[in-house]
């Protein structure tokens, strides 16, 4: 089992989390099955979606690959079904979510750089394929999106792609940046929330 | 009149029934005749312009082709000036919508194969054609996708999509799937309205 | 220093006090610096995404071109750092942002008549340039959007588009007509906010 099966691998692993953690999101908002899929599936693929539509890269890369779309709705059915009587999950999925977000990040950059496109940029993908998902779920439930208020969430892809940027600059080599940059991105996310860290607010914010 | 007429005559209907629902929708929210309007284009055109971005297909359909500005137009118009005095019109509005939602459904099912894309997203596009601008419009009012909360619609579209690929099985021919599978959408989405069906919630919702 | 050095002038300028507007705005709303930063990014610059999506001119402008982010990033930093403390600024604010949204418009405007759409699209295309970042903006907050219930905000670039395309018609000149419209623009705006103008609400609103 080569590098580019483990990444495959994760890849539909990190998208099958995300849908759950969707679909779990939005059953606390007073939604039917079919709006909790819906919300599933935007949370597992909304990310690369934002991702490919902003450089170009179109159609989307599920709407190539039916794989995708099938990780997503395994995920959105074991959201509906099963989550709900496992609770003991909560650990195992914060494990995968936490690789999950790195990978993405990685990847999209990656995806971005390979276009011809600047670092700069190529940094703000990686980060904009780990974190819109989660945007998009929470403007359709109608809340101001949870990392622009809490959890050192986006800050964590954003060190892991910048290490990883770093890194690329002394080596060839693909697999020893990916790995510790997602080292980088679980260990401040794992940090963040035993210490329970979060960013400051802006010196204007009301009292 | 050919069959490319009627569905021509009908998509550019549904696009007006659409924008007229979408300015009465608007009214109800506080908004000015600009903000009004705006959503009202969103709702008429926000499903196919979110599908032609997915798969690829842009300039998206209304930026090729004026007509479709047009009749969205006629119908911000109607909306602004002419439904709140005539409120007979509901019936007349309500086939229509189905009609529309019915054949936005295979006419975006049926772009999404022709670009080579599997049934499945097809499928998905098709529904995606047909519901997202009540989403894009739900999101710029403040509130909870409606279809995510009630009605059978969605669904009602699916089951529509599904018998118009499996009757493409059978036969080459695209004038009878087409009337069946409009038949199915507008059957249910009648029976789901007259019987007031709704799909069921996660088990995981709170009580 | 010729009209296309001035153009790219006032277009980073207006990207960079659009980037401050919504950092001041998203710090009314309970988020943290990451959260403002997007916010301001997305004020900044979602406008002409949402415009080179919708006629498919992808990959984005700013992302083909770095000074686009860094104008938002120093704006950013200024709304994030420095605005808190001098509120004198708020006037020179308003004029950058009425001649930058005069702006957004017309190259919106021309960018759209270049790739050979219809006037009308790219009327269209103009205001969505001016005015999306806005939405965007509002839709993250979890407000309905401001330009949808007050500001004669939209009207402004409208007019200005119009009187730009007129004028167009007459001459092969570029300049004159940029500066009448520009003007347009900035006196209606600036009567609107200086009397208090409003559009009407539609007749079907709640009472």
Chains 1, 2, 3 share one sequence.
């Not at 994760?10 to 039917?32: E, H, K, M, P, Q």
């Not at 934002?50 to 395994?74: K, S």
């Not at 999950?100 to 940094?123: C, D, H, R, V, Y």
């Not at 989660?134 to 290490?163: H, M, Q, S």
């Amino acid at each position: 089992m080569d590098l580019s099966h483990i990444l495959y691998f994760i890849d539909l692993t990190g998208t099958f989390v995300f849908a759950v953690s969707g679909v779990t999101v939005a059953s606390r908002y007073n939604v039917d099955v079919f709006g909790a899929s819906v919300i599933g599936f935007v949370t597992a693929l909304g990310g690369g979606t934002v991702r490919d539509v902003l450089i170009g890269a179109t159609p989307v890369n599920w709407i190539l690959n039916d794989e995708w779309v099938l990780a997503a709705t395994v995920g959105i059915i074991i959201g509906l079904f099963v989550t709900p009587v496992i609770s003991q999950w909560k650990r195992t999925m914060f494990i995968f979510d936490t690789i999950g977000i790195g990978l993405f990040t990685i990847l999209g950059l990656e995806k971005t750089l390979q276009l011809g496109l600047s670092p700069l940029i190529a940094l703000m993908m990686g980060t904009v394929s780990a974190v819109f998902g989660g945007v998009v779920r929470d403007v359709l439930v109608n809340r101001v999106p949870l990392i622009f208020r809490k959890e050192v969430y986006a800050t964590a892809c954003i060190a892991g792609g910048l290490v990883y940027l770093f890194i690329g600059l002394f080596t060839e080599n693909k697999l020893w940046p990916l790995l510790v940059s997602i080292g980088v991105v679980i260990t401040i996310r794992r940090l963040a929330v035993m210490r329970n860290w979060s960013l400051p607010m802006p010196k204007s914010s009301r009292p």
